[in-house]
């Protein structure tokens, strides 16, 4: 199975300030049709999660701009320009190139 | 956009049975794949099951013991769950998807206790 491993595993952030979140996984995640099938997921508090990121960079349709994600193979980030209130909560990272789909450990950004 | 219902939580004992349902509108349905992905309480996430025109796929933990099923006439998906375990308690989610998914229903909650 391949494992995916976040880092940090909690982040406080000021509003308006940048923040980061790193996420590696144990094998290339290149499919072997080209594709990078690499997620990111936020889950508010309460609520399902809702995807942000799909394969590694785009933005999921209603997702700001301040969220963007980078990153090849093994290695991927996901950053947020400017954290607002509205973006506490658990973020995921997903891999889907190969059965078992996995999740990363979460992250949790919270608000200072 | 596409909206997912999941039902037919509750709680069973050990080694009891459940049937989960996840009814979606607002995308044809038959031309996608279909997942569940489940959170224990205050944990992360993991992976369930696939059902795709390639077939059925499953987490370790759980094969053997849950069937995945759709029914493209209803548009629903269904997860029959048998010899549930403790550690199979949690949030149920249904989420569209093959590779990305990218719509989640609610959840239903599932807790396995004598």
């Known amino acids: 199975d391949i494992v995916m491993t976040q880092t940090p595993l909690s982040l406080s952030v000021t509003p308006g300030q940048p923040a980061s979140i790193s996420c590696k996984s144990s094998?290339?995640?290149?499919?072997?049709?080209?594709?990078?099938?690499f997620y990111w997921f936020l889950q508010k508090p309460g609520q399902p999660p809702q995807l942000l990121i799909y394969e590694v960079f785009n933005r999921f349709s209603g997702v700001p701009d301040r969220f963007s994600g980078s990153g090849s193979g093994t290695d991927f980030t996901l950053k947020i320009s400017r954290v607002e209130a509205e973006d506490v909560g658990v973020y995921y990272c997903?891999?889907?190139?190969?059965?078992?789909?996995?999740f990363g450990q979460g992250t949790r950004v919270e608000i200072k | 956009e596409a909206q997912l219902l999941e039902s037919g939580g509750g709680l069973v004992q050990p080694g009891g049975s459940l049937r989960l349902s996840c009814a979606a509108s607002?995308?044809?349905?038959?031309?996608?794949?279909m997942t569940w992905v489940r959170q224990a309480p205050g944990k992360g996430l993991e992976w369930v099951s696939t059902?795709?025109?390639?077939?059925?796929y499953y987490a370790d933990s759980v094969k053997g013991r849950f069937t995945i099923s759709r029914d493209n006439s209803k548009n629903t998906l269904d997860l029959q769950m048998n010899s549930l375990r403790a550690e199979d308690t949690g949030i149920y989610y249904c989420?569209?998807?093959?590779?990305?998914?990218?719509?989640w229903g609610q959840g239903a909650l599932v807790t396995v206790s004598s």
């Open positions: 094998q290339s995640l290149l499919h072997s049709d080209g594709k990078t099938y």
């Open positions: 997903m891999q889907s190139t190969q059965f078992p789909r996995t």
């Open positions: 607002g995308f044809t349905f038959s031309d996608y794949a």
């Open positions: 059902i795709s025109g390639s077939g059925t």
């Open positions: 989420a569209k998807g093959l590779y990305r998914l990218d719509y």
